[in-house]
Each structure stands twice: as structure tokens, then as C-alpha cells.
């Protein structure tokens, strides 16, 4: 089975976009190096912002013909259809493909909030197509909107990226009890919370790496703990180049750490060796 990993958090700002995007790539490199039969990923973008879809395909004018958009207000019977139809090769590396997101996509939760089973509208066509790819990764909004639900929904594996800060790490445990709450509400059993990752550390600043220990000495917070991606002002010059990490400056101290979290994704949640 074909694993899905969504990052959700209901705070912006936390690097979410910056890791979907780079865990999504980083895996597919890592997959070619070990020689596996398919290294192809797909990163599907849930936020109506678009900045995994623009930093990884450098446009931001999809709409209603070549987006998610699209997907989501077909008829559910032709949505797998025009989900392959709709995806687009990232300019990044041809085994990184993309669903983009379009502005439009606020229009299309107004429009389907009241209708019958449109949490599933993810979900359904991305089961159809999702043995394509080697991995799934989505990127959500900052906030537990229909469209959030629609990405957990469809998920195998929750991610959550979170910064170093008191109230950020206080909040902690109430995204992952609304993780819960949409996996028991929308039955979706298989649905796990597989990892927390702190993004834009400085080990130089005491409350930073105080925070740290706090959630690895938590009883269940440090049990999801699986990365530190420090504070790296390439990530920025990168982002403004629309290049990932890796490309901009393969010595970065965010691309070896975005690495290293890959590693580990794959021996948690893919339970491959690197």
C-alpha cells in the first residue's frame, strides 16, 4: 500500500509548505539511490496559497481547468480520471509530480460544505492512482478546514512540523487530538500520527533547546519526535529561486537535516533501509 503522508498544523508560519516539499523530493532521491523499482512521488496541494505548487512548478495561475480544483468539483465517478489528468511534472526532478492548488479552492469548500460525502473528494481519486507513486505527500492549510479534513482523510500518516516556541509546543497536544478526533469522526482507522518535526531551531538560543527537551522527555510527544530542521537562511533564498534545499545549496545544515528526516520517515513509515 502506497503511503500518504499529510502535514497539518493549525498555525502557519511553521515551515509546512518548506518541508511537504522537500521531504516529497528528498524521498524521491533517496528512493534512486537505493536502486528502488519506483522513486516516482506526488505531492498534492490542499492550500488555496499555493506555495508548494509554485515553488515546485513555478506558476501560480492554475485554475479551473488544471488544478485540485477541477478534481474536487467533478462528478465522483470521472474524479480518478481527471486527477491523472491533472497532474503536472515538477520542474524540480521528473519523478516529482504535482496536484496544484489554485486560489480557487476557498470557492470550492463554500461550495461543497453542504454537500454529501465532499470530505471523501480527496480521498477516493487519490486511491485510485496512488499505486503510481513510491509516496503521496499532501500539504494542508494552516487551519482544520474541509479541505485539512479532506488531506487527513485521505492520509496513511500524519506529519506535524511545529517551531520551537512555548505556545506553539503547548499547542502540540491539541493538533494531535484533532488529528484523532478526524480519524474516529470519518472512520479512517488507518489513519496514524507518525511524527512530530520541530522546524527553525537555533541551538544557540536556551528557550530552543530547552523546548526540545521538553518534547523528547514527553511521554507522548517524545514518542512522534523524529527531526530538528534548523533555522537556515537558504531555505528563503531557495524558496525565492523556486528550488528545493537540495539544489540551492547542497551543503545547507536545513538540506542535510531535511535528509537525515527522510531517512528516518522511510525506516518509520515505509520501513525500508537506506
Not at 514518542?223 to 540551492?248: D, K, M, W
Request: aromatic share 6%; proline share 4%.
Amino acid at each position: 500500500m502506497t503511503r500518504i503522508l499529510t502535514l497539518t498544523n493549525h498555525k502557519g508560519g511553521v515551515g509546512k509548505s518548506t518541508s511537504a516539499t522537500n521531504i516529497a523530493l528528498g524521498l524521491t532521491r533517496v528512493l534512486r539511490k537505493m536502486g528502488a523499482p519506483n522513486n516516482r512521488v506526488l505531492l498534492v496541494d490542499t492550500d488555496s496559497q499555493g506555495h508548494a505548487t509554485l515553488v515546485t512548478t513555478g506558476r501560480n495561475d492554475f485554475g479551473t481547468e488544471d488544478s485540485l480544483y477541477r478534481v474536487l468539483m467533478a462528478d465522483r465517478q470521472q474524479a480518478p480520471q481527471v486527477m491523472a489528468d491533472t497532474i503536472v511534472q515538477s520542474h524540480w526532478d521528473a519523478d516529482l509530480h504535482v496536484l496544484p492548488a489554485s486560489p480557487l479552492l476557498e470557492g470550492a469548500e463554500r461550495e461543497l460544505m453542504r454537500v454529501a460525502g465532499a470530505p471523501y473528494r480527496l480521498a477516493e481519486p487519490l486511491s485510485r492512482i496512488a499505486d503510481h507513486y513510491a509516496a503521496v505527500i499532501i500539504d494542508t492549510r494552516p487551519s482544520f478546514s474541509l479541505l485539512t479534513e479532506m488531506g487527513l482523510i485521505a492520509a496513511t500518516d500524519a506529519i506535524v512540523p511545529v517551531e520551537p516556541r512555548y505556545l506553539e509546543t503547548v499547542g502540540l497536544m491539541s493538533v494531535i487530538e484533532k488529528i484523532a478526533d478526524i480519524r474516529d469522526g470519518w472512520r479512517v482507522p488507518n489513519l496514524r500520527i507518525s511524527g512530530v518535526v520541530v522546524t527553525k531551531v537555533d541551538t544557540r538560543v536556551r528557550g530552543h533547546r530547552y523546548l526540545l527537551d521538553q518534547l523528547k522527555q514527553h511521554d507522548i510527544l517524545g514518542r512522534l519526535f523524529c527531526g530538528v530542521i534548523p533555522a537556515n537562511e537558504a531555505v528563503s533564498y531557495a524558496h525565492s529561486e523556486h528550488q528545493s534545499i537540495f539544489t540551492y545549496d547542497p551543503q545547507a545544515s536545513a538540506g542535510v537535516a531535511y535528509l537525515k528526516l527522510v531517512g528516518t520517515l522511510l525506516h518509520r513509515v515505509f520501513k525500508a533501509g537506506v
